[in-house]
């Protein structure tokens, strides 16, 4: 079986234990290993897939930190770049009493990735790509290295998966070319993940029906608009449906869409490669009904890797 390369951030989560408390007035923070292309891979591998992940840390500790964490999580780290000169990136992430978060980037070494480190990537190794980082769309060498890899990805036929993952901090001034560059991958990928919200910004509309629709007139992909405890909104083809999720008590929303998304790959990674194109709505029902599962049981735990140490494949059952 070949693997799955995810590409993009790999960073360390400072969370904040002061429960409800904003980062303006937080006073605790516990160490986590995030990002999302990252937590990606981690649910592939705690699921039993084989992943490797492409990334750039700095030197520092907490670099070294990362990539140990990915090495005991069964993620192949031989494409994880140690940056001398820039610093390991860090999301400081609020957990509000909902379970949801505010969060503030501080960039470094994962936006370095250039066209020199994905040279050194065996492409013949991979038939599936994850791109799902918000950080690679801003300026620099790992702007230019997604586009360039999910070109890679085209020509060798892969199957291409795609999570824009917005970040309103991120691109609350750049939004037209937050949106540009996620039409880019949106239009050539076979699967995609999107929120509701991000539905809505992404085609310019004001409700789900009209976001939807958009999607479906301007993709060919399969997609996945995910909305909470309500469950999934599934476009296959011509068909719409929406999937229902599992009822939990949130504890920490951090990484339930990379769960979903990890969930979903690791499924597409039992066929054969020709016959993840051709599936039909009922066994595209199947993998997101799994898909929501995983989502959901992440949201029982701290964290998004911690958590999906308690991912099983058996959740399908």
Known sequence: MK????MGEALIDMICTDKGQPLSAGQHFLKKAGGAPANVA????ALGGPVEMSAKVGTDPFGQHLVQVMQDMGIGTRFVFADPQHFTTFAFVSLMENGERDFYFNRGADGQLGPDDLARIPMTEFDMLHFGSATAFLPGPLQHSYRQLLQQGINQQAFI????????LLFAQQQASFIEQSWHFLERCHFFKVSDEEAMLLTGTTTLEAATHELQRRTSSVFAITLGAEGTLLRCGQHTELVGSIP????????????FVGAVLYQLQQLP???RTTLDQPQWQQIVRNANKAGARTCEYMGAMEAFKHLHKSIFD
Do not use: E, I, M, W
Not at 3 to 6: H, P, V
Not at 42 to 45: P, S
Not at 162 to 168: A, G
């Open 273 to 275: 490669a020709a016959q």
């Open 248 to 259: 939990v008590k949130p504890v920490d929303t951090t990484g339930a869409g990379d769960a």
């Open 42 to 45: 981690a649910a592939v591998a």
């Open 3 to 6: 693997k799955l390369l995810c």
């Open 161 to 168: 998966s795609f999570d824009p993952n917005y970040r309103h």
